[in-house]
């Protein structure tokens, strides 16, 4: 019996072996490893990153960013118009047919619109919230009402999929999460969870044909193994190449390695909550001037990151030029804390993620280790995100290692989430999980609201920026991350990443 | 039946006083007006003794409750993903048995000689080695330095009914050995050693010694007389780690992205999917159970002597 058993067993081994190595790829497929894997074939479901991006390739919003700028481009509204500031109007493109033959028209867009305040079936019910009405004016033609003015509605067009009113009413919710009926480059073919989705292009797609014809996305979630998956061949395209392993990969000739400063950027979020040391903005200088942010980049980082003086990126509408870092100088932050009454240091605790961003835990734990220098008692409490961000919410913290970027370009829905005093009434500050407050700069942020005309948007914007960053230290501003790709060479694979990180299969060619 | 009860208000317990899920179901650009409204929808706002007795009449009835990132029913989503791990927990066992009762086997014979002690501590080895460093070591060495194996995923598969195979394809099966291998490596040198331990004390027995005296064949006394005997401890420990194998295959999963339920459980842990979590746990329980039961029956049949009355 054991005897048979090994038999099999080395049979078995023996002959699979030869046909193992080369998995011939034909010249119009490709095979893609990300990260992390698909929550849901919903497009409206979840509005993390990794899953719209995979999104992005099934479904098309009513405009789209393209390429390695993100500029907003028409999609399936050729153009819209802001005649007031509650009043957007989309004019809609011809001709356009979902994956199931049935026309793209105005129905559609009214029912997508109204399906994103269902929070069985949609993460964006903020969006949803904020419209007022949706007005069919032809076939062609909608015209949107919110309900209060949103400078930035447009530039979020492009995260909002259309879905098939038709279709989407007939299957039930659970049919709709997992196969996807959408106008976008790309077919569903098949998803099995935990494996793959396979995808097919959509000869019909309104932009003409995308160049490669299948493809194969599989994520990876352990960075060895997505490593290994490069190594052998087994992925063409692989992004969130950790940063551990960048030496390696550079080393590797068959390898091309891709680097793009990343929008997000990374920041200690701090408040001024009254009482507490930190409510002197001399403790909060102190605290920066002590953190030796080069060091990080380059010890932790691995040079794979900017210096950051400001939480916005510059293509984003309120970036300030005129922000600069402050210094680091361990010597005159002791200094500004014998001022500030505190030569004999406090206790703060420092939170973070440890499985959200580029080396998090190790950025919180050297950032600890250079407020000791000075004096700063800083406790290390680092935590899985889903534990960490309710915290946040809840506004339980005091001071916390966070990045953001706001992929409408424009950083007025940001600060009223992270800046403006946390205000339940009003539903700002939702995330200003440290308490930051300052009424002076509530006011001109409430002011904002209401600013459509961009170059005076963008001034106020500025100022606001100065005023948080740069005169208040709301927060401490770390650096940009990078994020790293890899290709295999010699497949011909041309590849441009995106600033937002999606990987948007119609962009590529080989 | 009380087992799983108190099981599953375990799970309830630890899941309710740890993080939030409605916050993270309502998107990050939300509200607290809007958190509190996901939080009514989705019924997380009421009482926990309230949320607890619905979530078991509904569990009575087969509806486990609907995952929060999916939002389709949280059993189905496991059993769809239960095959491929079943299949990796099968492999692993047959692996350990296999290797592990006949290397055992093996060196009880001749404690002393060089390549049994080789062997012996090769077994130690793999008993402190933690299954993450085997997987990554074994991806290394022969997914990228030899290219002889592939180093992830499940290869080709063959759908049978509702059951997704893959021991029916050359690639499926390819892409079986590395992840089988690293999973039975703790359990094949535990039978192993329990199999070796169990023969050196049956081959010193008497009837052994007559049963050679006799002249029986070598195969006959080790195999039938010997072996048979000393097989008891070696089932029940075979049993008992192929339940935890299934319920406890994520690591392994998560290095060779394995798409088992482990994996579907790692990441619902992650997303602080709270349904499919406890219903991953009662189910492991489950199957923990019944494998004991199984194996209290296996058991009997092996040594006539036990009867269950």
């Known amino acids: 019996m054991k005897k048979v058993l090994f038999l099999i067993l080395t049979i ?88 199931n033959g049935n026309p793209f028209n105005a129905e559609d867009v009214k029912f997508s619109f109204e399906r994103l305040s269902d929070p069985k079936v949609s993460e964006f019910i903020n969006t949803g919230k904020t419209i007022a009405s949706i007005e069919i004016i032809d076939d062609y033609t909608v015209s949107i009402k919110t309900k209060h003015p949103i400078p930035w509605f447009a530039n979020n067009m492009h995260q909002i999929y259309m879905m098939d009113k038709e279709s989407t009413e007939s299957r039930t919710v659970g049919e709709v999460q997992q196969v996807p009926i959408g106008t976008g480059a790309y077919k569903f073919v098949e998803w099995v969870k935990g494996s793959y989705v396979k995808m097919v292009a959509n000869e019909e797609y309104w932009e003409g044909a995308p160049p490669i014809k299948n493809v194969e996305l599989r994520p990876i979630k352990e960075a060895s193994t997505r490593y290994a998956a490069l190594v052998s061949g087994q992925a063409e395209l692989v992004s969130g190449v950790p940063v551990e392993l960048y030496d390696k990969l550079v080393k590797n000739p068959k390898l091309q390695v891709i680097n793009k400063p990343a929008r997000r950027s990374i920041f200690l979020a701090l408040g001024n909550k009254p009482e507490s040391p930190w409510n002197d903005i001399r403790v909060r200088k102190a605290m920066y001037m002590a953190i030796n942010e080069d060091e990080i980049i380059e010890k932790i980082m691995r040079g794979h990151a900017s210096p950051a003086a400001q939480i916005p990126d510059p293509p984003t509408i309120g970036y300030n030029e005129g922000i600069k870092r402050l210094p680091y100088n361990p010597e005159m932050s002791k200094k500004l804390l014998k001022e500030a009454g505190c030569e004999n240091g406090f206790e703060i605790t420092l939170t973070g993620p440890n499985d959200r961003y580029v080396q998090d835990e190790k950025i919180a734990e050297a950032v600890v280790k250079y407020l000791a220098k000075v004096g ?29 970027f706001d992929g409408t370009f424009d950083m007025g829905r940001t600060y009223f989430k992270l800046i403006h005093t946390r205000d339940k009434e009003k539903g700002f500050g ?32 500025q100022y606001i920026n100065k005023l948080a960053t ?3 230290i709301a927060c401490i501003p770390l650096h940009y991350q990078q994020d790293i790709y890899a290709i295999q060479k010699g497949k011909g694979i041309k590849f441009q990443p995106r600033p937002d990180r999606w990987v948007v299969f119609k962009e590529i060619s080989k | 039946m009380i087992v799983l009860l108190a099981v599953s208000l375990i799970c309830y317990i630890i899941f309710r006083s740890s993080g939030d899920p409605a916050i993270s179901m309502a998107g990050q650009y939300a509200t607290f007006q809007e958190i509190e409204e996901v939080r009514r929808v989705f019924g997380l706002d009421k009482p926990f003794y309230i949320q607890y007795v619905r979530f078991i009449t509904n569990a009575l009835k087969g509806n486990f409750g609907n995952s929060f990132v999916n939002k389709v029913p949280a059993l189905p989503l496991i059993l769809e993903r239960l095959p491929a791990t079943v299949e990796l927990a099968m492999s692993a066992i047959v692996i350990a048995f296999v290797l592990g009762v006949g290397l055992g086997v093996l060196v009880s014979l001749k404690p002393y000689a060089l390549r049994n002690r080789f062997i012996m501590a090769g077994s130690l080895v793999n008993i402190s080695m933690p299954t993450f460093l085997t997987g990554i070591l074994l991806i290394m060495v022969f997914g990228v330095y030899l290219k002889i194996l592939p180093p992830f995923g499940r290869g080709e598969t063959v759908t049978i009914g509702f059951w997704r195979t893959g021991f029916l394809t050359l690639s499926g099966v390819t892409h079986l050995i590395l992840p089988a291998f690293t999973l039975g490596m703790y359990q094949l040198a535990v039978l192993l050693r329990l199999t070796r331990a169990g023969m050196r004390e049956v081959l010193t027995e008497d009837y052994i010694k007559t049963a050679w005296s006799k002249g029986l064949s070598p195969l006959k006394v080790i195999f039938k007389h010997a072996l048979r005997n000393a097989l008891i401890p070696v089932v029940t420990m075979t049993g008992l780690q192929f339940g935890e194998l299934i319920a406890f295959s994520f690591v392994t999963e998560l290095i ?23 219903t991953y746990i009662m189910l492991a329980a489950l199957v923990i159970l019944s494998i004991n039961i199984l194996v209290d029956i296996l058991y ?7 009867r269950y009355d």
Do not use: C
């Open chain 1, 12 to 99: 078995i081994f023996l002959g699979s072996v030869p046909a193992l190595t080369g998995q011939a790829v034909a010249a119009s497929s490709i095979v893609v490893a990300v990260d992390s894997p698909p929550r849901m074939m919903n497009p409206h479901g979840s509005d993390a990153d990794a899953n719209l991006s995979i999104m992005a390739n099934f479904f098309d919003g009513l405009m789209q960013r393209k390429g390695s700028e993100g500029t907003l481009a028409p999609a399936l509204a050729l153009r819209y118009e802001h005649p007031d500031l509650l009043t957007w109007t989309f004019y809609l493109r011809k001709g356009v047919k979902f994956h």
């Open chain 1, 376 to 404: 700063i008692k800083a406790k290390l409490d680092v935590k899985p995100k889903a534990i960490f961000f309710p915290e946040v919410f809840q506004g339980k913290l005091d001071f916390y290692l966070i990045g953001w």
């Open chain 1, 430 to 461: 939702s995330l200003n999980g440290a308490h930051f407050s300052n009424p002076d700069l509530d006011i001109v942020l409430e002011a904002t609201a209401s600013m459509v005309d961009q170059e005076a948007r963008k001034k106020v914007l």
């Open chain 1, 470 to 472: 740069a005169e208040n």
């Open chain 2, 256 to 278: 060779f992205q394995w798409p088992g339920s482990g994996n579907l459980l790692l990441t619902s842990i992650y997303e602080q999917d709270q349904p499919v979590i406890v």
């Open chain 2, 300 to 306: 009997a049949i092996l040594n006539p002597k036990i």
